[in-house]
């Protein structure tokens, strides 16, 4: 093992994965100086570890940006090569296989074994080996006898895999700005990128940058020796596949038991404490008391994180909050005011990195994951990937009516009820629009479903609603007219703005040797939730149907049965507004309306309506524009790079 210390810019010492590979006609012993001497010279980071891998054309590592010396060894990566000279480099939390509902001791796999049980199944089993492992996997792999680099991770990973065409070869990273500060060529600025995150569906297979390439979620990669590389797809929601049990409550059976399984490899930890968050909400309420069973059947116990907010009445949990910590009777528990007197400033706490303008480096999620680490835990669970594998979506009522539940009227006449809705507009939204052909609909003035420009945002220009739906046409196994529930979910599933929170935690957790781990986001749990029938997703005026009746003898009624859904756009609209001014400045940045992107003027009205009438609500959309603007003057200021549209 080689350690080459080199200057670095601070930006956060996360430990990351690299591997460069050059065809067999390259000078290696050139390549390697130019990485290093590309390292060095653009301050990209400080080089950990190089593995030696018996493959003259591959070189693999892992890399920190920023100071190592405040990390600990733990954060050593998981290496293995065999005698035969198959190796593997892979960042993991791995349990053994075993029966549905058993559990682990915590500890899981080691890393050697981690990385070891990944060759063996690589020899075994050939590129689709990381199809079915029980936990999380991030890997670089070389097959010997096939002369073959496979690159991958489990499908629900938030990591994000890169690569780029360079020097002699291609190099591969888990971080962003290391590809960008080596690379050989001026990049260029993404139009589909930047129209993708302005129209509000940001994908996160879609990069930035025309020269830097993502990996999509399901797919692999193949790079042979002579740099041929392929995409293979190894994982995705099949439609077909359906889930039908006579007796209804099975499927809450089953449900706890998939959650279960994914709560307790994510418990993996040597530590007797496993940290969890815990709003008031369902869905991160729902894991703190899964693990709060499962840590004290071994001794340990679940340590509550909760967030509190003082001012903005509709985000206030804190009763619900009580109410959880009393029923697990739980006395310690960590509870932040994250908005308070001296920590309004917009700009300061929601900083973008430059993976993408919803990555923030944010000073809360720093004060948490400290506050965690001086706890005693290094493990964090969120409830992030509730909404994506519970939600009902509404039009599963329309698909139940298109499938003869004649009842399902009688049901959503009473839910209007109870939440207050009018019943006639619900009515005509769910059981007639839905059911007129697309041409009648226009004739009459009103857009059908599938008409995906309703849904983008006024302030963006023809050309860029244009790249918006070309960007975020993802290729969707369902079908609309037949599955518009599943049609939506899967959408959901591809595009969720929840994996920014998950990438914002993941940029700053190693800093404090804090794993956050997501339960929710688990295969086995999004096969069966997507196979299950709509009516167990939603019924009545209950969305996550599932997911409440698995859980309601785990969590108290006034959680469980809870049909207010906690937003947070007072919150952020409240910050919006008293750091009004800075935003505006934002707004002067000039690139996405020289690139005729935007309307600045139509954004300009529709902010000045937010900062003026309290009473009207920031929508997502105005939020994505900020931030993108954010990212704009934070990485670009001088508009120093370019941008393209692919072609």
Same mark, same amino acid.
């Given at each position: 093992m080689l350690f080459?210390?080199?200057?670095?810019?601070?930006?956060?010492?996360?430990?990351?994965?690299?591997?460069?590979?050059?065809?067999?006609?390259?000078?290696q012993t050139h390549s390697q100086q130019w990485l290093t001497e590309r390292i060095d010279n653009n301050n990209a980071g400080i080089v950990s570890e190089i593995f030696a891998t018996k493959n003259p054309e591959l070189t693999m590592g892992s890399f920190f940006i920023g100071d190592r010396s405040n990390v600990s060894n733990s954060n050593t990566s998981n290496f293995y090569a065999s005698e035969d000279g198959d190796c593997m480099l892979c960042h993991t939390?791995?349990?053994?296989?075993?029966?549905?509902?058993?559990?682990?001791?915590?500890?899981?796999?080691?890393?050697?074994?981690?990385?070891?049980?990944?060759v063996q199944r690589l020899t075994k089993q050939g590129g689709n080996f990381i199809r079915g492992l029980n936990g999380s996997a991030v890997y670089f792999a070389w097959d010997q006898q096939k002369r073959q680099l496979h690159v991958g991770k489990d499908p629900l990973n938030a990591t994000a895999?890169?690569?780029?065409?360079?020097?002699?070869?291609? *190099?591969?990273?888990?971080? #962003?700005? !290391? /590809?960008?500060?080596?690379?050989?060529?001026? @990049? %260029?600025?993404?139009?589909?990128?930047?129209?993708?995150?302005?129209?509000?569906?940001p994908n996160p297979a879609i990069s930035l940058f025309n020269e830097?390439?993502?990996?999509?979620?399901?797919?692999?990669?193949?790079?042979?020796?002579?740099?041929?590389?392929?995409?293979?797809k190894f994982w995705d929601i099949e439609p077909s596949n359906k889930i039908i049990y006579t007796n209804p409550a099975d499927y809450a059976e089953q449900f706890r038991a998939l959650l279960t399984d994914s709560v307790n490899t994510a418990c993996n930890t040597d530590k007797p404490i496993v940290a969890s968050q815990m709003s008031g909400g369902l869905d991160s309420t729902s894991i703190t008391s899964l693990a709060n069973n499962l840590l004290q059947s071994h001794g340990k116990r679940v340590l509550p994180l909760s967030h509190l907010y003082s001012q903005a009445e509709r985000c206030d949990e804190s009763? *619900?909050?009580?109410?959880? #910590?009393? !029923? /697990?009777?739980?006395?310690?528990?960590?509870? @932040? %005011?994250?908005?308070?007197?001296?920590?309004?400033?917009?700009?300061d706490l929601y900083p973008t990195a430059l993976e993408s303008p919803g990555t923030v480096l944010s000073p809360r999620y720093k004060h948490e994951l400290a506050a965690v680490k001086a706890a005693g835990a290094d493990v964090l669970l969120s409830g992030n990937g509730g909404d994506e594998m519970c939600w009902g979506h509404s039009v599963a009522y329309t698909q139940r009516l298109r499938e003869g539940d004649f009842s399902v009227i009688k049901e959503v006449l009473q839910a209007s009820k109870?939440?207050?809705?009018?019943?006639?507009?619900?009515?005509?939204?769910?059981?007639?629009?839905?059911?007129?052909?697309?041409?009648?609909?226009?004739?009459?003035?009103?857009?059908?479903?599938?008409?995906?420009?309703?849904?983008?945002?006024?302030?963006?220009?023809?050309?860029?609603?244009?790249?918006a739906l070309e960007e975020t046409q993802i290729v969707n196994?369902?079908?609309?007219?037949?599955?518009?529930?599943?049609?939506?979910?899967?959408?959901?599933?591809?595009?969720?703005?929840?994996?920014?929170?998950?990438?914002?935690?993941?940029?700053?957790?190693?800093?404090?040797?804090?794993?956050?781990?997501?339960?929710?986001?688990?295969?086995?749990?999004?096969?069966?939730?997507?196979?299950?029938?709509?009516?167990?997703?939603?019924?009545?005026?209950?969305?996550?149907?599932?997911?409440?009746?698995?859980?309601?003898?785990?969590?108290?009624?006034?959680?469980?049965?809870n049909i207010k859904k906690i937003t947070f756009d007072q919150h952020f609209g409240n910050l919006v507004r008293e750091n009004a001014d800075e935003i505006r400045?934002?707004?002067?940045?000039?690139?996405?309306?020289?690139?005729?992107?935007?309307?600045?003027?139509?954004?300009?009205?529709?902010?000045?309506?937010?900062?003026?009438?309290?009473?009207?609500?920031?929508?997502?959309?105005?939020?994505?524009?900020?931030?993108?603007?954010?990212?704009?003057?934070?990485?670009?200021?001088?508009?120093?790079?370019?941008?393209?549209?692919?072609?």
């Open positions: 080459i210390t080199v200057k670095y810019s601070i930006y956060n010492q996360m430990k990351h994965l690299f591997a460069y590979i050059t065809s067999l006609s390259s000078n939390n791995l349990s053994n296989p075993q029966p549905l509902g058993s559990l682990t001791d915590h500890k899981g796999l080691s890393k050697v074994q981690s990385a070891t049980t990944l895999l890169y690569w780029m065409h360079t020097q002699g070869g291609v *190099l591969l990273s888990t971080d #962003l700005r !290391f /590809l960008s500060l080596i690379a050989d060529k001026p @990049l %260029t600025l993404s139009e589909q990128g930047l129209a993708s995150w302005l129209g509000g569906f830097i390439h993502v990996l999509d979620s399901g797919y692999r990669l193949e790079i042979d020796s002579a740099l041929r590389l392929t995409q293979h009763l *619900l909050i009580k109410h959880m #910590l009393e !029923f /697990l009777k739980i006395e310690d528990s960590l509870q @932040l %005011t994250v908005d308070g007197a001296d920590d309004r400033n917009f700009l109870l939440l207050g809705m009018s019943r006639k507009k619900t009515l005509t939204n769910l059981f007639v629009k839905p059911f007129l052909p697309d041409m009648l609909l226009r004739i009459l003035g009103a857009k059908p479903a599938s008409d995906m420009t309703t849904a983008l945002p006024s302030w963006l220009s023809v050309k860029a609603k244009a790249l196994p369902f079908n609309q007219k037949i599955d518009p529930m599943g049609f939506n979910r899967y959408q959901s599933l591809k595009t969720t703005a929840t994996y920014n929170a998950m990438k914002s935690y993941q940029q700053l957790s190693q800093n404090f040797d804090v794993a956050v781990r997501h339960p929710f986001f688990n295969t086995a749990l999004a096969e069966f939730t997507f196979a299950v029938p709509a009516k167990q997703l939603i019924q009545g005026a209950y969305p996550k149907w599932l997911l409440r009746q698995s859980m309601t003898t785990h969590l108290p009624e006034s959680v469980c049965w400045q934002l707004f002067q940045h000039d690139t996405l309306t020289e690139l005729e992107l935007v309307d600045r003027d139509i954004l300009l009205a529709e902010f000045e309506r937010v900062v003026n009438d309290r009473s009207y609500p920031l929508h997502v959309d105005l939020l994505y524009a900020i931030l993108t603007y954010t990212w704009l003057n934070t990485h670009f200021p001088e508009k120093q790079i370019r941008a393209e549209t692919r072609n």
